[in-house]
């Protein structure tokens, strides 16, 4: 990923869980924070509710897929955190692209205005 960091510490999980805003679409949750940082962080996430570990892991790399195509339109300066739900398993990431495209990066941008 080119303007992004893997966020790895359970601790920086948390806190956007407890403390980030939130955004909502079929297929992923997406939580986000500004910070002062030069670039983005991210980090994937899926639960067991999803199914076992081949859908798991098929859901985080298609949404991985997806963001690395969008990156370049993502706001720079902020973590995130994606959360695959359970449609996440059977959509493809050109559809995850869509919805980061139509609701996600717009959410972001317009609390960014704020």
Not at 81 to 87: L, T
Request: net charge positive.
């Amino acid at each position: 990923m080119l303007f992004s960091q893997i966020i790895d510490k359970n601790k920086d999980f948390l806190f956007l869980y407890k403390r980030g805003q939130t955004v909502v679409t079929k297929a992923v949750v997406v939580y986000f924070k500004k910070t002062n940082r030069p670039y983005n962080r991210i980090g994937i996430t899926s639960s067991k509710k999803i199914g076992n570990a081949v859908k798991r892991n098929r859901a985080r790399r298609v949404i991985r897929a997806a963001y690395r195509e969008c990156e370049e339109i993502f706001p720079i300066g902020y973590d995130l955190i994606f959360v695959a739900r359970g449609a996440a398993t059977g959509v493809k990431s050109s559809s995850i692209k869509k919805m980061l495209k139509e609701k996600v990066i717009p959410e972001i941008n317009k609390v960014a205005l704020k």
